[in-house]
């Protein structure tokens, strides 16, 4: 796999049985890429490994005096450069291609899970828990990964040498053998500590960029009412902890440095004391006294590999764990989706047996509810599949029970538009162009749902007087718009898409009277036809409805027509006017 | 060709829309002058230590050269006791300098970034509220987000470990050129390989770094809003979709990841030369010159181990040096809210009285393009006034300008006889205050959100405020009453209890004069209806301007003024405003649904 034909084709299905079989099942997955990594690692720590070699040889030379000897240790100091220069470039090119194709494949596989649970998503998890995944966890899980073959090629590479130095000075080789083993093991008792400084040093950290953001978010309110110096004391505190919570954290970390001073340097003082000693008594030469302190300085370079493993261990497998409780969810998608075509999909009727609303096919259905929570519940399960799971009987279209239709077939046959629907980033363009049945075109959803002045206001922010609109960029959620331009641009999406019923939650509840009016009109003549019910209390859209349901207490309490129910139903002029059912006729003759 | 092009899209240049300046070379360079200056002693403090751990770890190599010249020369006695004795005491001496130059390298970083982040948000907290409402946050919430991100990696590590690397590296130079002077000519011979190649990567690498970290953060936000947008992307069919341009992400990251790393396949072959260049040079050379005699065995050793030693220093300061150019930008970025003008506020201005006119206000957001013509408007104090048109008329902008944040491009805006628009953004809001629907509920305790309309209230005084807007009974009923924790991550409000927080703050400022920009709309209506009548009452005797799209908050206000068009198209009581028959009318009967009977009403009631 090279890094170019990336993204994945099909990123495979995950073992999610446990974080550490997740681990295992990345690194099966790229194979041939950890055997390349382990080749090149080995040659590269091989070279350098054999540079004190050449020293010795050096050192060697110029004691006998002895010119051919120094050039040809300098010919073999060139072969060794060149396999070093080669092994070190090629190694950092398969370990970054391993690292970044094994992140690449969890942000691939996360986002397929999260699509194909889609609104299931944030009931069974929460939404932080997944973006830390893919913000933070990928890379750890990814690093661990790879370091997998340098590992494997420090483990070759150190015993090679420890068995090399044993067989070329006995005495000598044994005890750098044993002062490896001890400063391996000397860090260790050191590094669960430091993981959990820095786990608290990052909390901390991340607590105190929230409350900058917030800070900044909130920051009109600050500067329209006052409060600043409260809020900016209060980031200056978590700023300061922050900062003494990173020294604590650096205090360890400075340890474990310490450590691996003092343990390698008192392998190296053994090793001077050891070898000096025997060649003073003529039992090894100059030259080997300095090879032997090359090589125990040399070996410092695959221990510190080793440390490098067992954080990137210690550090993954809470990451791992992460993303194995996320990839696991599963979502029951009614039955399975490619036995039935979308042509399949029922028209009629809509019923809901649990409340008793019925919305007629190719009418504009209004629903008057007194509770927003009711109405919620109700407008979910006009969909099908609802997301909060109840005890309710599935709603019926032409008859048949949505629920048991494949989740894809009932949502194309009912868009149910919730009460906050979002906006995705990215261009005007990007965000209205949704599967649709394609009867309606972009500029009549637009004009139906009263847009004319945001597609202005974008244009002015895309590039001057001339810009086009539907190049302009909507932010995250359309921050940049205010709620009633978010909701008519949601409200154009929804017509655009053009279903076969279309449920809509309050579509207009935070546009003024003025455009409310007009949506209400080019609604009502978009949709001519085609069904529709509205959840809505404003008497400027009831008006327009074919048909006006009143729904109380989670059942449907009377229908008629606007004028009819204002007329004759109390409850419902309550609700709809406003005015408190007990009092209207007191203030009316007061 | 050998190589690879830097991708043509580049993530970082859409990654927030600018909306603030960013500063310039200058302003930087100050900026950063200024931060050493401040930090002058940690700075002396590191340099100081790890000139002696460096030190203290050159001392093995030293003694090992004596050895081994001892032992080319035959010497029988190597006194080998007082030798170990020196290179022990010389690793403990170097054991506890490191550990001193990694803490104080954090004590220093730490340091440098708590100035920075703090400095930055105590300057955007200054920013005047007309440029916070024409910027938006979301240019400073990039920045606080992912530019203090980019620079805490550059102060914790990259400023520490590049003074650590630069002292490191020349004292070892030093080491070598004091051991045998000839032996640091071998060291020099390498140095245009180096140069060359640096300069080669350095003039590419900042950017494309930039633009890598850009795409990788594009990677998570784009899964981020697939999560937060679920039952979007379900109810619309858009799986697909999001599952393709999540893959687009990976794809323009991953590109980007390819480039660096091409980049680096240039570097890390040229640090390898280099490495082996001033180590073959050493050795050989110095093998040489031994053989010629100008130099001893002992030397060559202890020059040759300290030229090994030279890697890591290298090593590090290519390494970070990187890492300083990226944060560069954002250091830019971060000292350009900065250059913000402060609007030139008249203290001197006071208001003598409570009537705000306007008068042949025009104003426009883009030159030339006025989005107000001409609105004149005398609103005398304690009077109820409603603005109502279609969206896009100018409603919102006339609230501002009279709430004292934008100033008027040509006309006057006054209250009590004095500009408004001159005075301190401290001054205005003393007398004028807006709300609109941006309800922001700060992370923390509820008391905390109250307590920053009026600095030093009492519980008492909080709760009479809730009570105002009817939302004593909820606050009551959370877990730890005002103390609860809200916002993200903690207790969840509702935007209707966000709407009435902030309407609290406003009873709690309690400035004579109110902008309300559709500061109910959250609410359900009746509730609305409810909550604007309890707020009435409390705001008795006050100026309240509201922008509303609801028909009956006009109906309740004194005065309606109709805006279409930037224009004020009719003024009046409503009663005169159904009575004539204009555009309001013919709104309110269509509204009403049932016009008899309600008009019946509304005569009975006036």
Redesign the interface.
Same mark, same amino acid.
């Given at each position: 796999m090279h890094?170019?034909d990336?993204?994945y084709s099909d990123p495979g299905e995950p073992d999610v049985r446990s974080g550490f079989r997740f681990l295992l099942w990345l690194f099966r997955h790229q194979l041939g890429g950890q055997t390349r990594a382990l080749l090149w690692g080995t040659l590269h720590q091989a070279s350098i490994a054999l540079?004190p070699l050449?020293?010795g040889l050096?050192?060697q030379?110029?004691?006998h005096?002895s #010119?051919r000897e120094?050039a040809l240790?300098?010919l073999l100091?060139?072969a060794i450069?060149l396999a070093?220069?080669?092994a070190?470039?090629m190694l950092?090119?398969q370990a970054?291609?391993n690292w970044?194709t094994a992140a690449?494949r969890v942000?691939?596989l996360?986002?397929?899970r999260?699509?194909? +649970? #889609?609104?299931?998503? /944030?009931q069974r998890v929460a939404?932080?828990e997944?973006?830390k995944v893919? /913000?933070g966890d990928v890379e750890k899980i990814g690093w661990f990964v790879e370091s997998v073959s340098r590992f494997g090629a420090a483990v070759v590479v150190v015993l090679s040498v420890c068995t090399g130095l044993i067989v070329f000075e006995p005495r000598l080789g044994l005890l750098v053998a044993a002062g490896v083993l001890a400063v391996v093991l000397s860090f260790v008792p050191l590094l669960p500590a430091a993981v959990r400084r820095a786990d608290i040093e990052r909390g901390k950290?991340g607590r105190?960029?929230?409350?900058?953001? !917030? /800070?900044?978010?909130?920051?009109?309110?600050?500067?329209?009412?006052?409060?600043?110096?409260?809020?900016?004391e209060?980031?200056?505190r978590a700023?300061?902890e922050?900062?003494a919570a990173?020294?604590r954290? $650096?205090?360890m970390?400075?340890?474990i440095?310490?450590?691996q001073?003092?343990m390698p340097? +008192?392998l +190296?003082?053994a090793v001077?004391?050891q070898g000096?000693?025997m060649?003073?008594e003529g039992r090894i030469s100059?030259g080997a006294?300095?090879t032997v302190?090359?090589a125990a300085?040399f070996l410092m370079f695959p221990l510190r590999l080793f440390q490098e493993t067992a954080m990137a261990f210690t550090f993954s497998r809470p990451s791992a764990k992460r993303a194995v409780r996320v990839l696991g969810l599963l979502r029951e998608s009614g039955p399975a989706d490619a036995a039935r075509g979308t042509d399949g999909a029922p028209r009629g009727d809509l019923r809901d047996p649990a409340s008793g609303l019925v919305a007629r096919e190719g009418l504009l259905t209004a629903v008057v509810c007194g509770d *927003?929570n009711t109405a919620e519940r109700l407008a979910g399960r006009l #969909?099908g599949h609802p997301?909060h799971e109840g005890e309710e009987p599935s709603a019926l279209l032409g008859g048949v029970a949505l629920d048991g239709l494949p989740?894809?077939v009932a949502?194309?046959a009912v +868009?149910?538009?919730?009460k906050d629907?979002?906006l995705?980033?990215g261009t005007l363009r990007e965000l209205l162009?949704?599967?649709s049945s394609g009867r309606v075109t972009v500029e009549e959803a637009l004009g139906a749902a009263?847009c004319?002045?945001v597609l202005? $206001?974008l244009s002015?922010a895309a590039a001057?007087?001339q810009g086009d609109p539907m190049a302009a960029?909507i /932010?995250?959620?359309g921050?940049?718009l205010?709620?009633?331009?978010r909701q008519?641009l949601a409200l154009a999406?929804?017509l655009i898409?053009d279903p076969e019923v279309l449920v809509l939650d309050e579509p207009t509840?935070?546009?003024?009277?003025?455009?409310?009016?007009?949506i209400a009109a080019g609604l009502a003549g978009l949709r001519a036809g085609r069904s529709t019910v509205v959840f809505t209390?404003?008497?400027?859209l009831? !008006?327009r409805a074919d048909a006006v349901v009143f729904v109380d207490e989670g059942r449907v309490a009377a229908q008629g027509t606007?004028?009819d129910l204002?007329?004759t139903h109390a409850g419902y002029r309550a609700?709809v006017?406003?005015e *408190?059912e007990t009092t209207h006729y007191a203030?009316?003759?007061? | 060709m050998i190589g690879v092009s830097p991708p043509e899209y580049d993530p970082s240049s859409v990654e927030h829309a600018t909306t603030l300046p960013v500063a310039g070379r200058a302003t930087v360079r100050a900026y950063v002058r200024e931060l050493l200056h401040r930090h002058r002693r940690a700075f002396a403090v590191l340099v100081g230590v790890n000139t002696l751990a460096v030190l203290a770890s050159m001392v093995g190599p030293y003694l090992l050269g004596r050895v081994v010249q001892d032992l080319a020369a035959g010497a029988k006695d190597l006194r080998l006791g007082p030798t170990v004795a020196l290179f022990a005491v010389a690793l403990a001496v170097q054991a506890f300098f490191v550990r001193m130059v990694r803490l104080r390298g954090a004590v220093l970083g730490e340091r440098m970034l708590a100035d920075l982040r703090e400095d930055f948000l105590v300057r955007s907290v200054g920013l005047p509220p007309g440029v916070l409402e024409r910027a938006g946050t979301g240019d400073l919430l990039a920045r606080i987000n992912t530019d203090v991100d980019r620079l805490a990696q550059a102060m914790r590590e990259a400023v520490p470990q590049l003074a650590i690397a630069v002292v490191w590296a020349g004292l070892l130079l030093g080491g070598i050129v004091v051991t045998a002077p000839a032996l640091g000519l071998a060291a020099l011979i390498a140095l245009p390989v180096l140069v060359a190649g640096c300069w080669w990567y350095f003039r590419r690498a900042p950017g494309a770094y930039r633009a890598e970290a850009a795409g990788y953060a594009a990677v998570a936000a784009a899964l981020a809003e697939t999560v937060d947008a679920g039952r979007t992307i379900e109810a619309h069919r858009l799986e697909a979709s999001r599952v393709e341009l999540s893959e687009r992400r990976v794809f323009e990251w991953t590109r980007w990841e390819r480039y660096t790393l091409w980049l680096r396949t240039v570097l890390i072959p040229t640090i390898n030369v280099y490495h082996s260049l001033i180590f073959a040079g050493v050795l050989l050379l110095g093998g040489v010159f031994v053989l010629q005699d100008w130099l001893s065995v002992g030397q060559l050793t202890t020059g040759a181990l300290l030229a090994q030693m030279l890697v890591e220093p290298i090593g590090m300061i290519v390494r970070w040096f990187d890492e300083l150019q990226v944060a560069q930008v954002s250091l830019a970025r971060l000292v350009g809210v900065r250059e913000v003008e402060d609007t030139d506020a008249d203290a001197s201005l006071s208001p003598q009285g409570r009537e705000l006119t306007a008068r042949e206000v025009r104003f426009g957001y883009l030159a030339g393009r006025d989005v107000l013509h001409d609105v004149s408007l005398r609103v005398p104090p304690g009077t109820r006034m409603a603005l109502v048109g279609p969206s896009g008329a100018g409603k919102s902008t006339l609230g501002r300008l009279l709430a004292g944040i934008y100033a008027p491009g040509s006309g006057d805006i006054t209250l009590g006889g004095a500009r408004l628009s001159g005075m301190p953004a401290e001054r205005v809001r003393e007398q004028v205050a807006l709300v609109n629907q941006e309800h922001h509920v700060f992370v923390g305790p509820l008391r905390d959100n109250l307590l920053l309309a009026r600095e030093g209230a009492t519980d008492a005084e909080l709760w009479a405020a809730l009570g105002a807007v009817d939302a004593d009974g909820w606050v009551r009923a959370l877990p730890r009453g005002l103390d609860t924790e809200v916002g993200s991550g903690a207790v969840a409000v509702t935007p209707a209890q966000a709407q009435q927080i902030a309407l609290a703050r406003l009873v709690l400022a309690d400035p004579h004069t109110l902008v309300l920009d559709e500061a109910t709309s959250l609410l359900d209506p009746r509730a609305a209806r409810d909550l604007e009548r309890s707020l009435g009452r409390v705001l008795h005797g006050r100026t309240v301007i509201a922008i509303a799209h609801r028909l009956h908050t006009a109906h309740d206000a004194d005065v309606i003024a109709v805006v279409e068009d930037g224009r004020i198209s009719e003024l009046g009581s409503h009663d005169e405003l159904v009575a004539a028959g204009g555009a309001y009318a013919a709104l309110w009967r269509s509204w009403h649904g049932s016009p008899s009977r309600e008009d019946e009403a509304g005569r009975l009631v006036h």
């Amino acid at each position: 796999m090279h890094i170019r034909d990336l993204p994945y084709s099909d990123p495979g299905e995950p073992d999610v049985r446990s974080g550490f079989r997740f681990l295992l099942w990345l690194f099966r997955h790229q194979l041939g890429g950890q055997t390349r990594a382990l080749l090149w690692g080995t040659l590269h720590q091989a070279s350098i490994a054999l540079l004190p070699l050449v020293l010795g040889l050096v050192v060697q030379a110029v004691v006998h005096r002895s #010119g051919r000897e120094l050039a040809l240790s300098g010919l073999l100091m060139l072969a060794i450069s060149l396999a070093m220069t080669l092994a070190d470039t090629m190694l950092h090119r398969q370990a970054v291609t391993n690292w970044i194709t094994a992140a690449a494949r969890v942000q691939q596989l996360l986002a397929r899970r999260t699509t194909q +649970l #889609g609104g299931m998503l /944030t009931q069974r998890v929460a939404a932080g828990e997944v973006v830390k995944v893919s /913000t933070g966890d990928v890379e750890k899980i990814g690093w661990f990964v790879e370091s997998v073959s340098r590992f494997g090629a420090a483990v070759v590479v150190v015993l090679s040498v420890c068995t090399g130095l044993i067989v070329f000075e006995p005495r000598l080789g044994l005890l750098v053998a044993a002062g490896v083993l001890a400063v391996v093991l000397s860090f260790v008792p050191l590094l669960p500590a430091a993981v959990r400084r820095a786990d608290i040093e990052r909390g901390k950290s991340g607590r105190a960029t929230e409350l900058a953001s !917030d /800070t900044v978010a909130g920051l009109r309110v600050l500067r329209g009412i006052g409060g600043e110096e409260l809020f900016l004391e209060r980031y200056r505190r978590a700023s300061q902890e922050v900062r003494a919570a990173s020294v604590r954290s $650096a205090r360890m970390w400075s340890l474990i440095d310490a450590v691996q001073v003092v343990m390698p340097g +008192l392998l +190296l003082v053994a090793v001077v004391w050891q070898g000096a000693t025997m060649a003073s008594e003529g039992r090894i030469s100059a030259g080997a006294l300095v090879t032997v302190y090359g090589a125990a300085t040399f070996l410092m370079f695959p221990l510190r590999l080793f440390q490098e493993t067992a954080m990137a261990f210690t550090f993954s497998r809470p990451s791992a764990k992460r993303a194995v409780r996320v990839l696991g969810l599963l979502r029951e998608s009614g039955p399975a989706d490619a036995a039935r075509g979308t042509d399949g999909a029922p028209r009629g009727d809509l019923r809901d047996p649990a409340s008793g609303l019925v919305a007629r096919e190719g009418l504009l259905t209004a629903v008057v509810c007194g509770d *927003p929570n009711t109405a919620e519940r109700l407008a979910g399960r006009l #969909g099908g599949h609802p997301l909060h799971e109840g005890e309710e009987p599935s709603a019926l279209l032409g008859g048949v029970a949505l629920d048991g239709l494949p989740l894809a077939v009932a949502r194309t046959a009912v +868009l149910v538009q919730d009460k906050d629907p979002v906006l995705l980033s990215g261009t005007l363009r990007e965000l209205l162009a949704v599967p649709s049945s394609g009867r309606v075109t972009v500029e009549e959803a637009l004009g139906a749902a009263q847009c004319g002045d945001v597609l202005e $206001a974008l244009s002015r922010a895309a590039a001057g007087p001339q810009g086009d609109p539907m190049a302009a960029r909507i /932010t995250e959620r359309g921050r940049s718009l205010s709620g009633g331009q978010r909701q008519r641009l949601a409200l154009a999406r929804s017509l655009i898409t053009d279903p076969e019923v279309l449920v809509l939650d309050e579509p207009t509840s935070a546009v003024d009277s003025h455009t409310e009016a007009r949506i209400a009109a080019g609604l009502a003549g978009l949709r001519a036809g085609r069904s529709t019910v509205v959840f809505t209390s404003s008497p400027l859209l009831l !008006d327009r409805a074919d048909a006006v349901v009143f729904v109380d207490e989670g059942r449907v309490a009377a229908q008629g027509t606007h004028r009819d129910l204002l007329e004759t139903h109390a409850g419902y002029r309550a609700v709809v006017t406003r005015e *408190p059912e007990t009092t209207h006729y007191a203030e009316e003759t007061a | 060709m050998i190589g690879v092009s830097p991708p043509e899209y580049d993530p970082s240049s859409v990654e927030h829309a600018t909306t603030l300046p960013v500063a310039g070379r200058a302003t930087v360079r100050a900026y950063v002058r200024e931060l050493l200056h401040r930090h002058r002693r940690a700075f002396a403090v590191l340099v100081g230590v790890n000139t002696l751990a460096v030190l203290a770890s050159m001392v093995g190599p030293y003694l090992l050269g004596r050895v081994v010249q001892d032992l080319a020369a035959g010497a029988k006695d190597l006194r080998l006791g007082p030798t170990v004795a020196l290179f022990a005491v010389a690793l403990a001496v170097q054991a506890f300098f490191v550990r001193m130059v990694r803490l104080r390298g954090a004590v220093l970083g730490e340091r440098m970034l708590a100035d920075l982040r703090e400095d930055f948000l105590v300057r955007s907290v200054g920013l005047p509220p007309g440029v916070l409402e024409r910027a938006g946050t979301g240019d400073l919430l990039a920045r606080i987000n992912t530019d203090v991100d980019r620079l805490a990696q550059a102060m914790r590590e990259a400023v520490p470990q590049l003074a650590i690397a630069v002292v490191w590296a020349g004292l070892l130079l030093g080491g070598i050129v004091v051991t045998a002077p000839a032996l640091g000519l071998a060291a020099l011979i390498a140095l245009p390989v180096l140069v060359a190649g640096c300069w080669w990567y350095f003039r590419r690498a900042p950017g494309a770094y930039r633009a890598e970290a850009a795409g990788y953060a594009a990677v998570a936000a784009a899964l981020a809003e697939t999560v937060d947008a679920g039952r979007t992307i379900e109810a619309h069919r858009l799986e697909a979709s999001r599952v393709e341009l999540s893959e687009r992400r990976v794809f323009e990251w991953t590109r980007w990841e390819r480039y660096t790393l091409w980049l680096r396949t240039v570097l890390i072959p040229t640090i390898n030369v280099y490495h082996s260049l001033i180590f073959a040079g050493v050795l050989l050379l110095g093998g040489v010159f031994v053989l010629q005699d100008w130099l001893s065995v002992g030397q060559l050793t202890t020059g040759a181990l300290l030229a090994q030693m030279l890697v890591e220093p290298i090593g590090m300061i290519v390494r970070w040096f990187d890492e300083l150019q990226v944060a560069q930008v954002s250091l830019a970025r971060l000292v350009g809210v900065r250059e913000v003008e402060d609007t030139d506020a008249d203290a001197s201005l006071s208001p003598q009285g409570r009537e705000l006119t306007a008068r042949e206000v025009r104003f426009g957001y883009l030159a030339g393009r006025d989005v107000l013509h001409d609105v004149s408007l005398r609103v005398p104090p304690g009077t109820r006034m409603a603005l109502v048109g279609p969206s896009g008329a100018g409603k919102s902008t006339l609230g501002r300008l009279l709430a004292g944040i934008y100033a008027p491009g040509s006309g006057d805006i006054t209250l009590g006889g004095a500009r408004l628009s001159g005075m301190p953004a401290e001054r205005v809001r003393e007398q004028v205050a807006l709300v609109n629907q941006e309800h922001h509920v700060f992370v923390g305790p509820l008391r905390d959100n109250l307590l920053l309309a009026r600095e030093g209230a009492t519980d008492a005084e909080l709760w009479a405020a809730l009570g105002a807007v009817d939302a004593d009974g909820w606050v009551r009923a959370l877990p730890r009453g005002l103390d609860t924790e809200v916002g993200s991550g903690a207790v969840a409000v509702t935007p209707a209890q966000a709407q009435q927080i902030a309407l609290a703050r406003l009873v709690l400022a309690d400035p004579h004069t109110l902008v309300l920009d559709e500061a109910t709309s959250l609410l359900d209506p009746r509730a609305a209806r409810d909550l604007e009548r309890s707020l009435g009452r409390v705001l008795h005797g006050r100026t309240v301007i509201a922008i509303a799209h609801r028909l009956h908050t006009a109906h309740d206000a004194d005065v309606i003024a109709v805006v279409e068009d930037g224009r004020i198209s009719e003024l009046g009581s409503h009663d005169e405003l159904v009575a004539a028959g204009g555009a309001y009318a013919a709104l309110w009967r269509s509204w009403h649904g049932s016009p008899s009977r309600e008009d019946e009403a509304g005569r009975l009631v006036h």
